[in-house]
C-alpha cells in the first residue's frame, strides 16, 4: 500500500531558525492523525512542506507517492487554514468559496460544469450549509465559516487533507458536524491530517497522533501519544501541572 503520507528525515531551516529537524512519519490511506505540539513546534513547517510551499533542506516528501508539487496541482492535497482574513463588504457567496475547491479542475477561463456545481452541492450539504449557499461569506458565524472551508476541502477532492485548528472558535454544532465529517472522510478511504491543541478530543477522533517537537518525539495509538510522560517531552512538565 502507498502510503498517503511520508515524511523521511525532513529538516527544514529559516536562516538560523531551525523549523523541522530530522522529522519522519508515515501515514497510510484511510486515517484520521492528530498532529500535537506546542506553538513553534513545526507543526505549521510539516503541513507547508507537505503543500510543497517549502522545499527541505535534506530529507523527502511523498503525498500518495507524488511530490508535494505535484500533488498540489493535481488536487491530491488540501489545506483548510485556522483562519482566513474575509472582507465582511465582498460579495462573495458560501457557494461561490466553496467553488474554489474546483478551480484546479476548470479550464483557464474557471467555467463550472454539472459535476462542479454537483461536488459543491455535495459538500455543502455534508457540512450542513446547504440552507446557506447563497448568503454573503462575511456573514456566516465563525463555525459555519470554518465549516463552508471544510466544505471547500472536500469539494476539491483532496486524497489527503491538512486541517490547521478546525475547532479552534467554533460552536458545539459545528464541531460535532466536523468531528463526524472527517470520520467518514477517513471511511471513504481519505486521509485526514488535524493539528490541534484539544488534545481530550483526540482519542474520539483520531486513529493515530503524531507528537512533534521539530522531530516526531511519538507516533501511534492516540492514548499513547497523550501519555502524560509523552508530553512532558513536548510541552515540558510545568505546561502539564497547569492543565491538570
Known sequence: ???????RGVTVRYGDVLGLDEASVTI??????????????????????VMGLVTPDSGSVAVTGLTPGIARKRGVVGYVPQSEEIDAQFPVSVADVVMMGRYGRMGFLRRPSAADRAAVAEALDRVELTEFAQRQIGQLSGGQRKRAFVARGI??????????????????????TISRLLRELADDGRTVVVSTHDLRALPALCDEAVLLLRRVLAHGDPRDVLRPEQLARAFGLDVLAEED
Open 1 to 7: 500500500m502507498v502510503p498517503a503520507l511520508e515524511l
Open 28 to 49: 497510510l490511506p484511510g486515517r484520521v492523525c492528530g498532529l500535537v505540539g506546542m506553538n513553534g513546534s513545526g507543526k505549521s513547517t510539516l503541513f507547508k512542506s
Open 155 to 176: 469539494a476539491q477532492g483532496a486524497d489527503v487533507l491538512l486541517l490547521d485548528e478546525p475547532f479552534a472558535g467554533v460552536d458545539k454544532r459545528s464541531e460535532a
